[in-house]
């Protein structure tokens, strides 16, 4: 893993400190990479009525979207975990979206997993 990947992945690890996580448990940080070099992080944020709770990887690219950021080179996901997860399907579909060819970096305390979105969503819905 490069240097540039490391360093959003410590961003990810960052912003999981800050989830709001009360029924999972699970404390998720994301950090998505534009190509003009800014970085964008946000914590997944549960709520009691489940479908309204968001993850980690969307909140960070909505976020940057807000700024009307729309092109993103690479993608860090860090779970607080002895277990490593992937992005959920919602998660993919929004990454697919805004890039097609973006690398996707997910880990844990132990495992970190380089990847890209076409290989985690083949068949992806897009434009």
């Given at each position: 893993?490069?240097?540039?990947?490391?360093?959003?992945?410590e961003?990810?690890?960052?912003?999981?400190?800050?989830?709001y996580?009360?029924?999972?448990?699970?404390h998720?940080?994301s950090?998505?990479?534009c190509?003009?070099?800014?970085?964008?992080?946000?914590?997944?944020?549960?709520?009691?009525s489940?479908?309204?709770?968001?993850?980690?990887?969307?909140?960070?690219?909505?976020?940057?979207?807000?700024?009307?950021?729309r092109?993103?080179?690479a993608?860090?996901?860090?779970?607080?975990s002895?277990?490593i997860?992937?992005?959920?399907?919602?998660?993919?579909?929004?990454?697919?979206?805004?890039s097609?060819k973006?690398?996707?970096?997910y880990?844990?305390?132990?495992?970190?997993i380089e990847?890209t979105i076409?290989?985690l969503?083949?068949?992806?819905?897009?434009?």
């Amino acid at each position: 893993m490069t240097k540039d990947l490391n360093n959003l992945l410590e961003v990810a690890r960052e912003a999981a400190k800050q989830a709001y996580a009360p029924y999972s448990g699970y404390h998720v940080g994301s950090a998505v990479k534009c190509t003009d070099g800014s970085v964008y992080s946000a914590c997944n944020v549960e709520n009691a009525s489940y479908s309204l709770s968001i993850c980690a990887e969307r909140a960070a690219i909505f976020k940057a979207l807000s700024e009307g950021k729309r092109d993103f080179t690479a993608i860090a996901i860090y779970v607080d975990s002895d277990k490593i997860f992937p992005p959920c399907g919602a998660c993919r579909q929004v990454i697919y979206e805004f890039s097609p060819k973006i690398t996707v970096v997910y880990a844990n305390h132990d495992e970190t997993i380089e990847t890209t979105i076409a290989e985690l969503l083949p068949g992806a819905f897009g434009l």
